[in-house]
């Protein structure tokens, strides 16, 4: 079992920065990939980016330069950095733990608001 708490969200104005965290716990070391997804009102779910175990990452082409996917293995902690937000960042934005042999965790969310 892993369990997943994402944190950070909130109103920002546009051209605003927000950094999400996403806390992990549990059986951590058979975790190969994290990954941030978010889901607009009205939209499917997507990837936004995604970091392996060895450090590899990806993003989605909408959001390169913009965000950076980062993480802290001391604190079991995963980053979203998210710079020059824009209205249509407007999303609930959820945490993914991919497990070895498992399959997949989800997070609660955390919903970030870009509006003026």
């Known amino acids: 079992q892993v369990q997943l708490v994402e944190s950070g969200g909130g109103l920002v104005q546009p051209g605003g920065s927000l950094r999400l965290s996403c806390a992990a716990s549990?059986?951590?070391?058979?975790?190969?990939?994290m990954a941030w997804y978010r889901q607009a009102p009205g939209k499917q779910r997507e990837l936004v980016a995604t970091?392996?175990?060895?450090?590899?990452?990806n993003y989605a082409d909408s959001v390169k330069g913009r965000f950076t996917i980062s993480r802290d293995n001391a604190k079991n902690t995963v980053y979203l950095q998210i710079n020059s937000l824009k209205p249509e960042d407007t999303a609930v934005y959820y945490c993914?733990?991919?497990?070895?042999?498992?399959?997949?965790?989800w997070g609660q969310g955390t919903q970030v608001t870009v509006s003026s």
């Open positions: 993914r733990a991919e497990v070895r042999h498992i399959g997949g965790y």
């Open positions: 549990g059986t951590i070391s058979s975790i190969y990939l």
């Open positions: 970091t392996t175990s060895g450090g590899s990452t």
